[in-house]
C-alpha cells in the first residue's frame, strides 16, 4: 500500500471523527510512514503531533502481562498461584478459588468496576487500593475457569499481584522493569489533574441522553481514574 492512499484513508477517518491519534509504519526497523491527525486539545483546536502523548487504556493490559511473566521467570509467581497468596485478606470466593491463569484469560468470573461506587470516587482513584475498594464485595459471575468474560476488575487484582511479589508499586515497577529496559522514555501512567506538558485530552461518544447530548464527543476525564485504570 502507497503512503499517499495510507494518508488519504486515514484522513478520511479523521474528518469523520473516527480517529484521532499518531499512525507509525515500520519494516525491519525502517520507518515507512509516521503522520500526526486530529485534534490534541479542541477546546483550544491543539493539533496532535508526531510527539503528542497519550493515554493507552485497556492497552496498559498487555503491560500488566509482561509484568507478571517476568515475576513468573523470576520464580515469584506461578500461573497456578490462588490469588489468596498474594492477598490473603481477599474475601474467599476469590482468594481461595481464583488463580493468576484465571485472571489472565478472563476466566476469574470477575467482572468491571464502573459502577456507582465508580462514579462517586472518579476524582480520587489513583492507587490500585482504590480500584480494588469499588468491586471487591461484588460476588463471581461464575465458578472461576468455567467460563470467559472480559474484567477490568481481575487485572486490578494482577496488579495488587505484582505489588505484593516485587515489593514495589505497580506503576512503580512498571517504569523500572519495563519502560525504562525498553527505552521508553516519554511513557508513564500520567495522572489527569497534573500538567503533563504535549498530553492529549482524550475523548468518548457521550451516551447520555440528557439535553440532547446523547451520541456527543465528550472528554473522558469522569470515565476512566486519575491515575490508571
Not at 505489588?163 to 525504562?180: C, H, L, P
Amino acid at each position: 500500500m502507497k503512503t499517499n492512499t495510507i494518508h488519504k484513508y486515514v484522513q478520511d477517518l479523521t474528518s469523520e471523527d473516527k480517529f484521532s491519534g499518531v499512525v507509525l509504519l515500520a519494516k525491519d526497523g525502517k520507518e515507512i510512514f509516521k503522520e500526526a491527525y486530529g485534534l490534541a486539545c479542541r477546546n483550544f483546536s491543539v493539533p496532535n503531533t508526531t510527539d503528542t502523548i497519550f493515554n493507552i487504556g485497556s492497552l496498559n493490559k498487555i503491560i500488566t502481562k509482561i509484568a507478571i511473566l517476568q515475576l513468573m521467570e523470576k520464580g515469584r509467581v506461578s500461573l497456578d498461584d490462588k490469588v489468596g497468596k498474594f492477598l490473603p485478606d481477599f474475601p474467599s470466593e476469590i482468594a481461595d478459588k481464583v488463580t493468576v491463569i484465571h485472571l489472565l484469560t478472563f476466566t476469574s468470573g470477575m467482572g468491571d468496576y464502573f459502577n456507582e461506587k465508580f462514579q462517586a470516587a472518579i476524582g480520587n482513584l489513583r492507587s490500585l487500593d482504590d480500584f480494588v475498594k469499588l468491586f471487591i464485595d461484588d460476588p463471581l459471575s461464575f465458578v472461576p475457569g468455567s467460563d470467559n468474560q472480559y474484567s477490568n476488575a481481575g487485572f486490578v487484582v494482577l496488579g495488587r499481584i505484582i505489588e505484593v511479589a516485587s515489593g514495589q508499586n505497580y506503576y512503580d515497577y512498571v517504569q523500572e522493569n519495563i519502560y525504562k529496559p525498553a527505552g521508553m522514555k516519554n511513557t508513564d501512567h500520567y495522572e489527569l489533574d497534573y500538567p503533563i506538558p504535549n498530553l492529549a485530552t482524550g475523548y468518548t461518544v457521550a451516551e447520555s441522553l440528557c439535553c440532547g447530548h446523547s451520541g456527543e464527543l465528550r472528554n473522558n476525564y469522569y470515565h476512566i481514574g486519575t491515575k490508571g485504570s
